[in-house]
T-cell receptor, first 116, second 110 residues
């Protein structure tokens, strides 16, 4: 099992450019998440998908869109990149089916994005 | 508002025991998780508490008091490889939204 994979690993964009970060998991997990992590800070939830076909906003959704393409894949799109979106982006998945489930999240290796 | 508070840094000696505290204030609560992150790496899951009490996994233990909105991570027999950042996280409203603390940087000295 590859676990959670993310592409690309590194990306440099100019202000106003768009791009899509890809995430896939092969663990048959229901829930998937996108986080951003700024230097010296914790992870902030951008969007999450509790199950295939559903997506919901997290703490910092502005400037981002997501697509839960199927159970395996959850992509994050920046339509018009801004320097404030320079960050490390992590995708995660969890087998949790609801509040009663143990919330174990498995993280991908991250995408390091710089917006100039 | 929603917030989690944990110390920014903790330093301990190899072989010692260290406790990292976390207090939370969130609109909903289903459980408290702990994650470890080494520099340049991805977070990895350590433990999850949904009910009050102590959960033990090897050298690591985690405690939760729901009435006090408080938890801690206990690391025993510290090793140099335990030097990392440790994050507490609360599972919030709906059971899927996760809020992370800012992290505690643990330095283990020889």
């Amino acid at each position: 099992n590859a676990g959670v994979t993310q592409t690309p690993k590194f990306q440099v964009l100019k202000t106003g450019q768009s791009m899509t970060l890809q995430c896939a998991q092969d663990m048959n997990h229901n829930s998937m998440y996108w986080y951003r992590q700024d230097p010296g800070m914790g992870l902030r939830l951008i969007y999450y998908s509790a199950s295939e076909g559903t997506t919901d906003k997290g703490e910092v959704p502005n400037g981002y869109n997501v697509s839960r393409l199927n159970k395996r894949e959850f992509s994050l799109r920046l339509e018009s990149a801004a320097p404030s979106q320079t960050s490390v982006y992590f995708c995660a998945s969890s087998p949790a089916r609801g509040p009663a489930s143990t919330d174990t999240q498995y993280f991908g290796p991250g995408t390091r994005l710089t917006v100039l | 508002g929603q917030s989690l508070e944990q110390p920014s840094e903790v330093t301990a000696v190899e072989g010692a025991i260290v406790q990292i505290n976390c207090t939370y204030q969130t609109s909903g609560f289903y459980g408290l998780s702990w994650y470890q992150q080494h520099d340049g790496g991805a977070p990895t899951f350590l433990s999850y508490n949904a009910l009050d009490g102590l959960e033990e996994t090897g050298r690591f233990s985690s405690f939760l008091s729901r009435s006090d909105s408080y938890g801690y991570l206990l690391l025993q027999e510290l090793q140099m490889k335990d030097s990392a950042s440790y994050f507490c996280a609360v599972r919030d409203t709906g059971g899927f939204k996760t809020i992370f603390g800012a992290g505690t940087r643990l330095f283990v000295k020889a």
